[in-house]
């Protein structure tokens, strides 16, 4: 969900109060020992939330509360990472390698999520036949930009979003949920369900650990020397 300090509103209406400058204690105090963390957190700063800064209202995204600023969701989209990498970067017994996903794009096609949108794709698109625009663009620049703007030694990126880009035909369409009578639900062009997608990032993962491995026992022969 959110790599953040976050609590759902008091009702339990789907409003979250998100902490942009806290990080989740539930992770960020417990990978000191860890040789490897998968950062992954993107399409929940699409929902309604509250964004608090110095344990204040610093505005929100679709909150319609009065009084607060409604900001976009690269507000608080840009903080959280710009958090995180900063809550990795502060834990000084952490010797391990940090991945990044990147943001993982949805396809709805004809309409957007709630308006009718669907997956319907059984092949990848070609090279030249889809485009990288609008949120999921936006959404990776600002995770490349803050990874550069925090990277250092140990912290590596794992880049979905281009070889994804090509493929539609990993989403669950209308057979991601279970199916109801009288009821009318939307499509999942956003969760990567289907085989093939899903197992590339597999191997993408597999092959950068390898990668590492080979990195670190080098440096252990050089420095054996």
């Keep these: ?18 902490y942009l400058d806290e990080p989740d204690k539930k992770w960020s105090t417990q990978i000191d020992g860890f040789d490897y963390v998968i950062l992954s957190s993107d399409h929940w700063f699409t929902r309604t939330a ?28 840009r903080r959280a990472f710009r958090t995180t990498f ?9 010797n391990g390698v940090a991945f990044l996903r990147t943001f993982a794009l949805s396809h709805f096609e004809n309409g957007i999520w709630n308006e009718g949108g669907d997956c ?6 070609r090279s030249n036949e889809t485009i990288m625009e609008g949120v ?25 979003m281009l070889a ?29 369900c289907l085989p093939g997608p899903i197992d ?3 191997d993408f993962l597999a092959h950068m650990i390898k990668m590492e491995a080979r990195r670190i026992y080098k440096e252990k022969i050089l420095g054996s020397k």
């Design 120 to 125: 319907v794709r059984r092949r990848p698109f």
């Design 136 to 160: 999921n663009l936006d959404s990776y620049m600002v995770q490349l930009e803050e990874f550069r703007a925090a990277q250092r030694l140990g912290k590596k990126k794992f880049r979905l």
């Design 164 to 192: 994804m880009l090509l493929r539609p035909d990993g989403h669950p369409s209308r057979y991601g949920h279970w199916p109801t009578e009288n009821l009318t639900l939307y499509n999942d062009c956003v969760h990567w």
């Design 50 to 77: 509250v964004y608090y800064e110095r344990r204040r209202v610093s505005g929100c995204r679709y909150c319609q509360i009065p009084g607060i600023a409604d900001l976009p969701m690269m507000y608080g989209y």
């Design 86 to 94: 900063r809550a990795i970067n502060g834990r000084e017994k952490f």
């Design 200 to 202: 590339t990032w597999a």
């Design 1 to 18: 969900m959110f790599l953040q300090r976050a609590s759902d509103g008091p009702t339990h209406t789907g409003l979250f109060n998100l």
